[in-house]
C-alpha cells in the first residue's frame, strides 16, 4: 500500500496534520514506526514529520530539565549536564538505535521497550502535547495510562526534575544479552532528601504492567526514613505489590515478580 510522507517546517502544523488523519503515524527516530512499516503494517497511510528546531532543543539550565521530544539518546549521552540521563539513555539498544531513537518515541514504545520512560516516570516528568484541543501539558502517569489514546497528538517536549545529587537517582535495567537486550525489569528511583530522610520518593518500574509503574507500596516504605538496611528490606519485599507483569521471550510474570524485590534492594543499597 502506498505510504504518504508529510513534512511540517512547523509542529503545530504537524500536529494538525496528525490529529485530522486516523491513519497517520508520526515519524520521531523511525526505529519502529519505520520496522512497523517494513513489516507491512497497512493501518499506517500517512507519515507525518516535523523539522522544527523546537523539537531537538534541550534546556539543561534550571532544577527542571526540558529535553524536545526529538532529542536522541545520543544528545543525552553527549550532554554533560545531563549526566544523570546518562545512564538510562546508554542502556537502549546499540549505537545506531541510539543515534536515531528519540525521547518522543520511547513514551510510546510497548514493552519490553520503553526504558528511558522509566527513568522519566521516576522524576516526575511532564509531557508538552499538541493536538485537536491546542497545547497542554500532562502529569507522565497520565500520560501513560492513556497512552493508546494519544494516537493523534504530537509529543513537544518532556521536562523532568533535575536529582539534587548523584545519590537522589538510580537506575537498573535488567536484560538478559548485553549492552542491547530488551528488558526482562527496569528500575528507577529518585530519592530525595530532607533533614536525613527521604521526602517524596518515586521508584518507576519498568516491564512489571501493560506501561511503566510506580511502586507506590515501595515508595510509602521509603518516606520519611532515613536509607538504612530495614527500611531498604521493607521497601524491597513491597515492590512487587500492583504489579502486573505479563510472560514473553525474556522472562515469565512469575520471574519478573521473584526478581523485582532482589533488583530493588540493590538499587537502593548502591549495589552493582
Ligand atoms: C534493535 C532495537 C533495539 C531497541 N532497544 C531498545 C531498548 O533497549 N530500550 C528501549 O527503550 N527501546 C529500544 N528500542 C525501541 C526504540 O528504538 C526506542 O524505544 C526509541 O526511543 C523509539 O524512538 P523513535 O524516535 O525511534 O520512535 P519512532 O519509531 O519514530 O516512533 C515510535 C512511536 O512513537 C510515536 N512517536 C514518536 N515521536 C513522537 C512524538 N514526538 N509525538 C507523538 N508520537 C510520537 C510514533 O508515531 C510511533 O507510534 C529498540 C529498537 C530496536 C529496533
Not at 505510504?3 to 515519524?27: C, I, M, P, Q
Not at 497497512?42 to 539543561?60: C, E, G, K, M, N
Not at 537517582?169 to 530532607?194: C, D, M
Request: glycine share 10%.
Amino acid at each position: 500500500m502506498a505510504v504518504t510522507v508529510k513534512t511540517f517546517a512547523n509542529a503545530s502544523e504537524a500536529a494538525g496534520a496528525l490529529s485530522s488523519d486516523r491513519s497517520a503515524r508520526y515519524l520521531g527516530g523511525g526505529t519502529l514506526v519505520m520496522r512497523a512499516l517494513n513489516e507491512g503494517d497497512v493501518s499506517i497511510s500517512t507519515i507525518v514529520r516535523a523539522s522544527d528546531q523546537a523539537l531537538s532543543r534541550i534546556d539543561a539550565s534550571g532544577p527542571r530539565v526540558t529535553l524536545g521530544a526529538g532529542v536522541t539518546f545520543a544528545r543525552v549521552l553527549a550532554e554533560r549536564d545531563l549526566a544523570f540521563l546518562h545512564a538510562p539513555a546508554r542502556s537502549i539498544g546499540g549505537p545506531a538505535v541510539r543515534n536515531m531513537g528519540t525521547i518522543g518515541g520511547n513514551l510510546f514504545a510497548p514493552s519490553p521497550y520503553g526504558d528511558f520512560t522509566v527513568a522519566l516516570l521516576a522524576l516526575d516528568a511532564t509531557i508538552a502535547v499538541a493536538g485537536g484541543f491546542g497545547t497542554r501539558d500532562i502529569p507522565i502517569e497520565e500520560f501513560l495510562q492513556a497512552r493508546d489514546r494519544q494516537a493523534g497528538t504530537l509529543v513537544l517536549s518532556v521536562s523532568c526534575t533535575r536529582p539534587a545529587s548523584t545519590e537522589a537517582f538510580r537506575y537498573r535495567k535488567i536484560a538478559r544479552i548485553k549492552p542491547k537486550g530488551g528488558s526482562v525489569i527496569t528500575l528507577a528511583a529518585h530519592l530525595p532528601i530532607s533533614g536525613g530522610r527521604i521526602a517524596g520518593a518515586r521508584i518507576a518500574l519498568g516491564s512489571m504492567a501493560p506501561t511503566q509503574i510506580r511502586a507506590r507500596a515501595a515508595e510509602r516504605a521509603l518516606e520519611g526514613r532515613s536509607l538504612d538496611a530495614a527500611t531498604i528490606a521493607t521497601a524491597a519485599s513491597a515492590a512487587s505489590e500492583g504489579t502486573s507483569p505479563s510472560d514473553n521471550a525474556l522472562g515469565s510474570a512469575w520471574y519478573r515478580r521473584e526478581i523485582v524485590g532482589v533488583h530493588l534492594r540493590r538499587l537502593l543499597s548502591g549495589q552493582e
